[in-house]
Protein backbone atom coordinates (compact mmCIF):
# COMPACT_ATOMS: atom_id res chain seq x y z
CA UNK A 1 0.00 0.00 0.00
CA UNK A 2 1.40 3.66 -0.89
CA UNK A 3 2.28 5.78 1.76
CA UNK A 4 -0.19 8.65 0.84
CA UNK A 5 -3.11 6.01 1.19
CA UNK A 6 -2.00 4.48 4.57
CA UNK A 7 -1.89 8.65 6.31
CA UNK A 8 -5.12 8.66 4.32
CA UNK A 9 -6.25 5.68 6.17
CA UNK A 10 -5.34 6.82 9.41
CA UNK A 11 -7.08 10.32 9.04
CA UNK A 12 -10.01 8.62 8.04
CA UNK A 13 -9.69 6.45 11.47
CA UNK A 14 -8.94 9.36 13.50
CA UNK A 15 -11.61 11.66 12.24
CA UNK A 16 -13.98 8.59 13.01
CA UNK A 17 -12.77 8.25 16.46
CA UNK A 18 -13.08 12.19 17.05
CA UNK A 19 -16.65 11.77 16.02
CA UNK A 20 -17.45 8.60 17.91
CA UNK A 21 -15.91 10.61 21.33
CA UNK A 22 -17.79 14.02 20.63
CA UNK A 23 -20.83 11.79 20.08
CA UNK A 24 -20.26 10.09 23.56
CA UNK A 25 -19.44 6.38 22.18
CA UNK A 26 -16.57 4.60 23.07
CA UNK A 27 -14.26 3.37 20.31
CA UNK A 28 -14.02 -0.36 19.98
CA UNK A 29 -10.34 -0.23 19.21
CA UNK A 30 -8.88 2.85 20.46
CA UNK A 31 -5.42 1.68 20.08
CA UNK A 32 -5.49 1.40 16.62
CA UNK A 33 -5.32 5.05 15.96
CA UNK A 34 -1.62 6.31 15.35
CA UNK A 35 -0.33 9.82 15.93
CA UNK A 36 1.35 9.93 12.29
CA UNK A 37 3.41 12.78 10.86
CA UNK A 38 1.12 15.25 9.31
CA UNK A 39 3.78 16.02 6.36
CA UNK A 40 5.35 12.48 5.63
CA UNK A 41 2.92 10.15 7.61
CA UNK A 42 6.03 8.39 9.49
CA UNK A 43 4.50 6.78 12.93
CA UNK A 44 7.51 7.07 14.89
CA UNK A 45 9.21 10.05 17.12
CA UNK A 46 6.09 12.05 16.68
CA UNK A 47 5.62 15.31 18.40
CA UNK A 48 1.91 15.98 19.28
CA UNK A 49 2.41 20.24 19.67
CA UNK A 50 3.49 20.68 16.28
CA UNK A 51 2.29 17.21 14.31
CA UNK A 52 4.96 16.28 12.94
CA UNK A 53 8.10 13.73 13.02
CA UNK A 54 11.65 14.48 13.99
CA UNK A 55 12.66 15.04 11.03
CA UNK A 56 10.03 16.95 9.34
CA UNK A 57 10.58 19.07 12.13
CA UNK A 58 14.70 19.25 11.71
CA UNK A 59 13.64 20.32 8.23
CA UNK A 60 10.90 23.07 8.81
CA UNK A 61 12.79 24.44 12.03
CA UNK A 62 15.90 24.74 10.31
CA UNK A 63 14.28 27.19 7.21
CA UNK A 64 12.62 29.03 9.65
CA UNK A 65 9.17 27.92 8.95
CA UNK A 66 8.05 27.00 12.28
CA UNK A 67 7.56 30.37 14.86
CA UNK A 68 9.44 30.25 17.90
CA UNK A 69 11.89 27.92 17.40
CA UNK A 70 15.44 28.60 16.27
CA UNK A 71 18.49 26.56 16.81
CA UNK A 72 20.32 26.49 20.24
CA UNK A 73 23.51 27.10 20.67
CA UNK A 74 26.08 27.12 23.63
Not at 11 to 30: Q, V
Not at 48 to 72: N, P, T, Y
Request: aromatic share 6%; proline share 3%; with cysteine.
Amino acid sequence: MARKAIVNKQIKKKEKLLNDLAAGRKPKHPTKVYNRCGKCGRIGSYMRRFDLCRICFRELARAGDLMGIKKSSW
